[in-house]
């Protein structure tokens, strides 16, 4: 009785210690060396976050085989695999590289003002984005006044599922199971709120630009929404979906 005490003790115990393993690094510019500060770590396997302090250090929790991916304004992303090697010795050198960034022009439309309320409200363009809410369903779909007959079009794409929307969320549903625990992490939700690039929500989800872009549309998700919309804003939407999605595939 006691050995078997002692064998269930040893297997919880390294269970606990492989929960709660660690890696720490820092961060460095790959041609200067330079200390990175704020740079985003996240752990696409156990989908937690952190962020380098002021000496381009971190920690985060992670076992072998995850993978990490940092991510920092104006430097290429990188993903880096957690080795035995690497919780055995400790702290790592984690170099990433800086992009060459082209601004494109930027036009400042006039709106010419008056100075009269009445005539310049009628003057400032106004995006009629909005959402119309359903009962029974965790939330609504976005509609706009350039989307024709948006009632109709929002209970055809609720009451019959694209077939894009079927194809995609079956075959990320491992991936998208992880939303919740995405929404739920402080750090991740602080990182995507600034991006607007997808790069961290393509990485998560393990999809292309393209396929984050068709989800929302066949959500009927709006094109200025899908343009400028942040990264956890496109997460909350997806999420939305793939909510209200599995709920229609149950019926």
Known sequence: MKKILLYIFLILSIKTYAQEQTVSGKVLNAATDQKLENVHIVNL???????????GDFNIQAKVNDTLYFSYIGYKPLRVRVTNDWIKFGQVKIKITELGIALEEVI???????????????????????????SGLNSGYEGGNRQPGAVNKVLGAIFNPADFLYNIFSKRSKE???????????EI????????????????????RLDIDEILRNCNYSAD?????????????????????????RK
């Open 225 to 249: 929404f899908i343009k400028f919309a942040n990264d956890l804003q496109i997460l909350d939407a997806i999420s939305e979906c793939y909510e209200e999605y599995k709920v229609l595939d």
């Open 108 to 134: 400042v439309a006039d709106v010419q003002l008056t100075g009269y309320l009445e005539i310049d409200a009628k003057r400032i363009p106004v995006y009629n984005n909005y959402r119309y809410s359903i």
């Open 189 to 208: 939700r602080n990182l995507l709120e600034n991006k607007f690039d997808r790069a961290t929500l393509m990485a998560l989800l393990q999809v292309e």
């Open 45 to 55: 396997t156990q989908v937690i976050g952190t962020i380098t302090n002021s000496d």
């Open 176 to 186: 998208l199971r992880k939303l919740r625990k995405m929404k739920s992490d402080d």
